[in-house]
Structures are given as C-alpha cells and as structure tokens.
C-alpha cells in the first residue's frame, strides 16, 4: 500500500465568473497544478472529475470530464465522473489518493469544477437535487407548513435553518455568535484573493443583512458562485523529486449518511481518518470544515472533537478558531466567503491546506503548521448528511 | 497490492420494467449478491454506484446511489456515485477493484442500475447526453445534413449508422454479417432467463425490420430497457471463506477517448488489460463485448486482437463466437437482446462471465472456460468513444 503525497494543487479565482467556462475553468486549474508538480499532462495515470451541477444546468451529463477536459492533454487517461453532491470534490479526492494506494497509478489528479452563475433559480434547483427526491415534498411541508417562514431561497438554507433553530435552543449559542463565524471567515477571507468577498464586514453586518431562514440571515449563507480547483496525488518515489516540505495524505476517509443519522456522518468519517493517520483533534493546527451556514462550522467543530458536545459557540469565543489562535478554521474564508462552488468546494479546502503546511499562506499563514484537517459534507439524506469526507494532511 | 476475487454476483431481469424503480430493482441486485457472497450489507467497506440516466429522466441528481441504496443496509459506507455514460457500470467496479487493491476496505460492492421505459424519448434524449454538448449540433448537421436520412431514432444510432457504412465500405462485410451478429446474440439470449428478448430470430427477420439509420435496422440496435446488476469484490482472505471456484479479477483497465481515436480508446484499453493480466487475445475462452449496435461487435473483435484488421466479419461467419464455437462471444445475449439498461450494462457483462467462469451458466456454458473478458464503452467524444473500460476474469 503505497504512501500518498500531494505534489500540485491549483486554484482559480471563486466568484460570480459569468463569462467563464466550466472548461476554462478546469484547465487553468489543471495547468496550474501541473506546473506546481512540474509534470507533464502525459504523466497522469488517472482522473477523478467532481461537478455537482453541470447535468442540469446544462444538460451535459454522463461524460462532464471527457468535456470538461478537453483541451488539457489529460484525455487518454481513465477518467472517472463523481457525484456526491457537496461533497464531490473530496470524493473525487478520495478516488485520486486510492488509485495511487492501489498501485494503479504512480500520479493521479482530482479536479472539482462547477459553473452556477448562469442562471440564479435554476442553480438553487440542481442544488436541491442533492436531496431524495421523494424527501423534498416532505421538507418543503415540514419547513414551510410548520414554521410559517414567509421567505427561502434555497430548500437547503430553510434546513440549515431549522437545524439552526434547535441548535442555539440546545446549546446556549446565540443569533451573534453565527453572526461571528460570519465576519472571522471573510476576516479569512480578506486575506485570500481568490475569495468571492474580500471586503470586512462587522457583526452587525451580519445581524442586519435580509432574512434568509430564521435565524439565518445572508450574510450567514454561503453564496452562489464558481471556481475550480485540482489537486496531483502520487506516491513516494515521484514525491522524492519534489524540493521543500512534503505534504502526505495521512488519512481520507468517505462515509454515507444513514437513515438515523446517529452517530453523524460528519462523526464518524472523522473517527475513522483520526484513527487511520494515528492523531486526533488536539493534534489538528489547522483546519477547512463546510460551513454550508454559519452554525454548521459551529456543530462541525463539535463532531470533530475540536470542541465538547454544546461547547462550539465557547471555542468560537475563544478565539482559538481565529487566524492567531491555537486552531484556525477556514483560513480560506470557508465556504461563506471565499465562495462555495459546489463540486470544486472538497478540491479546495484541500488546496487552501496543502498551501498552508507548505507555508505559503502568505498573510494568511498558520505559524507552524503540521496537521490539517478537512471536513466536506454534501447533499441532505435527513437527518444526516448524505456524504461526508474527512481528510488528513501532515507536512512531513 | 491485494489479489481481488469477485465474491458474489446478483443480476435483475432485464426489459421494460414500467412498474419497477430505481430503488427496487437496486435491492433487488445487492440482496442477490449479497446472498451469493455470503455476507451481511454491514460487511461491505465501499459502494460504487453505475447510473447514467436518472438525472434527466428523474432529476434525482448528486446523490443517486444514496436514494438507490436506501433500503439495502448498505448506508453509513462510502458511496460514490459514477457516471461514465454506457461505460458507467465497469467504472463503478473498477473503483471497487481499486478499493480492494488498495487496502481501504476488505469487501466492496459495485452496481449499475437503469430506469429508463417511463418515456421513450426523454430517455433517448438522456442517453445523447453521453456526447459533448457542443458536437451534438455538428453531429446532427453532418448525419442529418450530409446523408439525408430521413429516420432516426438517437442521434447515437446515427452515428453508429455512419460508422457501419464505413466499416462495410473498408472491411468488405455485408448487411447479411450485421444481421447475423443480431441472430447469434439473440441465440445466446433465448437460453438467459434475464434476457430482455428471448424469442429466436432470422437474417430474414433482422433484414426486414425497420429501417433506423442506414443500414442499421431495429434489429441491429440495442433497445432501450431497465435492469440492475451488481457484483461484489474481496480480497484473498475473504476469498478463502468460499467454496467452489474462484474467479479472480486479472485486470481492470478504464481509459478515456481521445480527440483523434487513434489508437482507439478499446484497443488501448485492450493492450493494457492483457498486459496487466499476463495474457493474451488468444487465451481468452468467452468474452462480452459492447455490441450498442450489431456492427460495433465486429470492429471490436478486431480491437481486442480477436480478429486481424478487417477480417471480423471472417471471424464471425467461422462461427467462432457462436456458443459452441472457439470464443463465444455475448453469450448472455449481448446488448443487442439481453438488453441495454445502460448504466447496469458494465456490470451485467461481469456478472454473466463471473457465472461463465464458476460453469453455473447451465444451457449456454462454455465448457472449460478459463479466461474471460468483457469490453465496455461508453459516450461519444468524436471519434473515439469518451470512455472504454476491459476487464480480465481468471477461474482458479
């Protein structure tokens, strides 16, 4: 079972790219990551293609890599289209960081790319195909019969909502501390230029922005948008060629959500990639987590293990989650500020820590970074997350 | 680097299933294997999921092998969802092989599945999504445009009607090879009990059915039908538990298509399975080819280095490929009559050589059958098929 490296990541800008591709997008991601590994495009025994959206926003389904990645000299190589909602960037990741273990390939590349500008109401519906359709007739009575929520973009953000809701009566966390997740992530954010949003924003902000899904307002919703990112995996033998800190893939652990939802899938990818890389949550310096919604970084930071049951909103006041303290969160500006492009968000969490434990965050840099830590979930099984995927990276 | 042996297989009928699901037809597939191995859903470690169609036809996108597999107790495990358009089903296994190969899980399982008779031609549309978007009008304009056919079910018969006119023209077959490759399968099919159509025919019969894309008529194209077929795969330990023959998974190779076809993805697929595998065309006992359209299973038997260039028709008319000659081949009843759900397909063709090989194949087993392989292709990248994926069975 052979050890997995990162060797080259590449990220394009997140945003609202109205005038972009979906495969320009993918291949400047592609080149990038290529020249960060100093390969060459024939060098690439495998390619795993995370995209959540593109089927239905524009109908091109069954073969989105092969079209996708038609002008990076990738074609030739197996290529392998991944769902997973959410979470297909890390999925795609997962399949990448197996195909080098496995000894199919010595390099292999995972790409998460997604388009969503286009059109505003149909990418709020492709979203929603991250649920079972059978499930969404029953939610849009639960959350909209039952709680008189006169407003909601996103079926997705009315269920955030409503985890939202018994959270802060469970755990004493109030409407401010979403709203503090908020400002520390594009606080983050301002400090990464391929983040959707740059500028600063207050608390109060955040409490005044329109009403999305009681309690959530805006600003505590991660936004609409598009971006790429792609990472090269390969095994020790090709890592040796590369000069600088080597970055391992210590553990990258894939679960489904079940019916019960109990342990969460969030809970127990995370055992698993704990115990696989032999650390644990004290060990973590840095870390990505789906920040979906403002309170789900909150609840996150408890199943990780970063915080005891009901002690989240304490370790956010703590400040330890701040870039400064002893375990910064989503130094990218997590999904609500860089940006959260749907199938690209697990590729880029992965890049954001891959450049930290190289130390080139630049303003943005964790001093002394050695594990890292990612957390993606996707798509919405009820009560669980339908996929959920942790990984650990050690710089070595 | 773990051997991998195929510990069960499960397989629906195939055929016009109006009253079925997606869901049911999937249980369906997974309780069978799961019987067949011996092992209880708690025990599966990975899950990869084949579909290609669902999207369009149901708009259950991102997270269609969670709503699949929701009654199967095989939630809580990694699934991934898979799409590589007719090739989707191999691909889901060859990252189950992987899974195996590299250590991640002990047992994983691999499914196709399909629903596609609720509407004819929202599925005839779903499955031209399996070529580039933006070929499908150059496509259209140079089929419709160009030959003046005034019929044409699917843009892909057309193309497949483009490509037969120029393997008679090169090859010297005639329109009397094309039918007899339908009547063969149709053979092999009438002896399947999971076969899509059972009922014997003639060169008579399949040269007087309508006419689809010149010279393709009805009978020569695969039909539009529903199905699941699932397998699942272990390692040497787990392999011990079993009595009986073990059949063993020599190699999987997945590649995508290029933009200039040549060498064809099949045959490049085909030159790396053998390889990997230590074997050779000559070798192989029985074999199920992607037969989409009757005039694909002769530029495939050259491909694989069945036949020399040009003389798959020779090959064919030796009877070779019927059962009871040298190398049956779609002994199952091919695409062609077994049918085509066309995400299940790349596993339903493992299943019927998994079967081949153990000699459980009652009226059409092969007698000695050793070796094995199976060839499946999927989308349209122009020339070359997007993706192409040859697998290598061994009975030891």
Partial sequence: MSTVFVAGVGHTPFGRLQNETSRRLASAAVREALDDAGLEPGEIGAVYVGNAAAGLLTGQEMIRGQAFLRQTGLLGAPIVNVENACASGSTAFSLAVNAVRSGMSDVALAIGVEMMTMDKARAIHAIETGVVIEDIAALRHSVYGDDDVS??????MDVYGSVARRFLADSGATAEDLATVSV??????????NAQFRSQITVEDVLGSRMVSEPLTLLMCSPIGDGAAALIVCNSQRAARRSGPRVRVASCSLV???????PSAVSRAAARAYESAGTGPDDVDVA?????A?????SIYEELGFARPGEGAALLRSGDTRLGGAKPVNTSGGLLSKGHPV???GCSQLVELTVQLRGMAGPRQVEHARIALAENGGGYLGPDPAAACVTILMRE
């Fill in 294 to 298: 403002a309170p789900a970084e909150l």
């Fill in 256 to 262: 489904s959500g079940t019916n019960e939802g109990r």
């Fill in 151 to 156: 407003c909601g973009e996103s079926l997705l």
């Fill in 288 to 292: 990505e987590v789906h920040d979906a």
């Fill in 184 to 193: 520390k992530n594009r606080f983050h954010a301002s400090l990464n230029p």
């Fill in 343 to 345: 199938g690209a968000t």
